[in-house]
């Protein structure tokens, strides 16, 4: 039986998030005391040595980014947190905020310190205007506390897009503009937020970093898998019998985490298909249960762990249901900044809305097919490079159910 | 007219204000009135149809009225596959109107949206932003008459 390990949500449930004191006495920014004991580049060599990647979805190593910006050399800088959360089945960004609202100010403020920049923004979808309110609260008391020292903390509020939670995209809205992702390079570590060197990591990136700070990275890179160490946190969603959150270390396989923490299927149903990190990753069928979670070993079977949503179905569900809700999501989150995505997302579910309604023709799989592959690399973001892995995956592994619809 | 200026003007000197600027317009009337949009490109310095542009974008926001309660349902997949359709269908025959539409009194909307970050309780609904867990249409009724 697979156990939970709670690194990112150590606090849940211990303390009181809107009482600083009480994070304090837990152990609270001992993290920053050491950090700020430590030379900025030793800081960035000890994140980096942990390897910690970001787990925003892209997966990529924290230190490493945090290095681009300090490098940089200029005067001005931004740490921004992205808590856009935007990936459908997920509150993972949530429940540590509403949890724990110091670690994730602690990790902003430690990356402030590592790179040279004197002020945070948290990007928080508007759709949680009541952590808005908790996290406002848990910076004035900081402040009070003097602990974040000359470094500041901003919270902005997202408007209901979700390609704002592309980081660039987000700087936009920061900015006061549309969320139109920015073409790169420049990637924003070397030039972001008004144009200075900014980085952008998720919610649950940050609450790591006290912890490696406070205990080390060797203790950190000597959990879970090897090549994306640490803990995860997932959400459980859709035809499982637990529909809750888990902290799991990333060698954790989807079958303990769909079996042994959701409890299998309800109603002694068979299972039929997981999709895992949101609206835009991958179905996966039975045959690729005993997959580890990780980043590397999610992107090997051609799924991906994203924001760890973990959506399971069950043997009555019908996949190209499903898949039309998925596909009327991106042609509508769609910006229409680059014209594959915006074409792209109207045609893909043109073809899979007919398809669902019995008027579909084999024509159009294969249409779908070659559409789908352009998509995945002719578009500007990852928004439109991804919208079509659900209907690739399923095409693929679930053909008996487009079958089954065509006219 | 000179309601929307206070607001507007009190986030005119915050870099890239206007979008906070927005979110205090509609916390005030639950929705972004038309004119406001041109105050708000002359307090921020821009032209009339980027103001229109920002607030457009986003789908939080709702440029033109709206009623008082606005109902938001949840249709990502996880809510779809949990029976969002049937509260979309109860919800409709007890207000009596269609998705997208406000009731004759102004008091309530019906939009749909995507995943609001609630998927441990699904179907989810949202009443001017509080959300509503597992709701079936058997709750509809209860949580209308909360909305007094
Ligand atoms: C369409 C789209 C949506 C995204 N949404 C989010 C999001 O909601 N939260 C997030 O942290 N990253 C999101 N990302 C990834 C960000 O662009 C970025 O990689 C991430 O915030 C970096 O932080 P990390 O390195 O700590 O993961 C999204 C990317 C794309 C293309
Ligand atoms: S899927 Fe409906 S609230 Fe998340």
């Known amino acids: ?16 998030p809107l009482n600083i004191e009480d994070y304090l006495k837990a152990g609270g920014y001992k993290g920053l005391e050491k950090a700020r004991a430590m030379s900025q580049i030793d800081l960035i060599n000890e994140v980096k040595k942990s390897g910690l990647r970001g787990r925003g979805g892209a997966g990529f190593n924290a230190g ?3 290095s681009f910006s300090y490098n940089t050399g200029a005067e001005v800088k931004y740490v921004v947190c992205n808590a856009d959360e935007g990936e459908p089945g997920t509150y993972k960004d949530r429940i540590i905020m509403e949890n724990d609202p110091q670690s994730l100010l602690e990790g902003m403020a430690i990356c402030g310190y590592a790179i040279g920049a004197q002020k945070g923004y948290i990007y928080c979808r508007g759709e949680y205007p009541y952590v808005v309110d908790i996290l406002n609260q848990a910076i004035d008391q900081a402040k009070a506390k003097g602990v974040l020292g000359d ?7 997202g408007a209901g897009a979700y390609v704002c939670g592309e980081e660039t995209a987000l700087i936009e809205s920061i900015e006061g503009h549309r969320g139109e ?56 969603t859709g035809d499982v019998n637990n529909r809750i959150f888990i902290e799991v270390p990333t060698d954790t396989t989807i079958r303990q985490v769909i079996y042994d923490f959701g409890g299998g299927i309800p109603d002694n149903k068979k299972f039929k298909a997981v999709q895992i990190g949101g609206t835009s990753g991958g179905f996966i ?42 596909t009327k999501f991106f042609e509508h989150e769609s910006c229409g900044k680059c014209t594959p995505c915006r074409e792209g997302t109207k045609r893909m579910n043109e073809i ?21 592959r352009v998509m995945s690399v002719a578009c500007l973001c990852g928004l439109g490079q991804a919208a079509p892995a659900p209907v690739l995956t399923t095409l693929k592994h679930f053909a008996d159910d487009y079958s089954a619809h065509l006219n | 007219m000179s309601a929307y200026i206070n607001i507007i003007q009190e986030y005119k000197d915050i870099p890239g204000g206007l979008i906070e600027a927005y979110h205090a317009l509609q916390r005030e009337y639950n929705y972004i009135p038309e004119d406001a949009i041109a105050e708000a490109a002359k307090i921020f310095g821009v032209s009339e149809a980027r103001a229109y542009g920002v607030a457009t974008f986003y789908s939080y926001f709702k440029v033109g009225e709206r009623g008082r309660y606005v109902i938001r ?55 001017n932003s509080k ?11 209860g949580i209308l008459s909360e909305c007094q």
């Open chain 1, 151 to 157: 470094f500041d903390i901003e919270v902005r509020m």
């Open chain 2, 73 to 127: 349902i949840c249709e990502s997949a996880p809510c779809h596959v949990a029976g969002a359709a049937e509260v979309v269908k109860a919800l409709e025959q007890q207000l009596g109107i269609k998705m997208g539409e406000t009731t004759g009194d102004g008091k309530f909307t019906l939009e749909f949206c995507e995943c609001v970050g609630q998927c441990q309780a699904t179907p989810v609904i949202t009443v």
């Open chain 1, 352 to 372: 899979i809305c007919r398809l669902n309604s019995g008027q579909g023709l084999a024509y159009d799989l294969t249409t779908l097919e070659k559409l789908g």
């Open chain 2, 131 to 141: 959300p509503y867990l597992d709701v079936s249409p058997e709750k509809i009724p």
């Open chain 1, 1 to 16: 039986m697979a156990e939970e390990m709670r690194i990112v949500l150590r606090n849940y449930g211990k303390i009181d």
């Open chain 1, 181 to 236: 992702p920015r073409f790169k390079p420049p990637f924003p570590p070397v030039a972001g937020l008004w144009s200075n060197p900014t980085i952008v990591n998720n919610v649950e990136t940050f609450a790591n970093i006290p912890v490696i700070l406070e205990k080390g990275a060797d203790w950190y890179s000597s959990i879970g898998a090897k090549s994306y160490p640490g803990t995860k946190v997932l959400t459980l």
């Open chain 1, 285 to 326: 069928p039975e045959s690729l249960l005993d997959t580890s979670i990780d980043f590397d070993s999610m992107s090997g079977i051609g799924a991906a762990l994203g924001s760890g949503a973990v959506f399971v179905m069950d043997e009555t569900r019908d996949i190209v249901d499903v898949v039309q809700r998925i």
């Open chain 1, 64 to 66: 490493a980014k945090w």
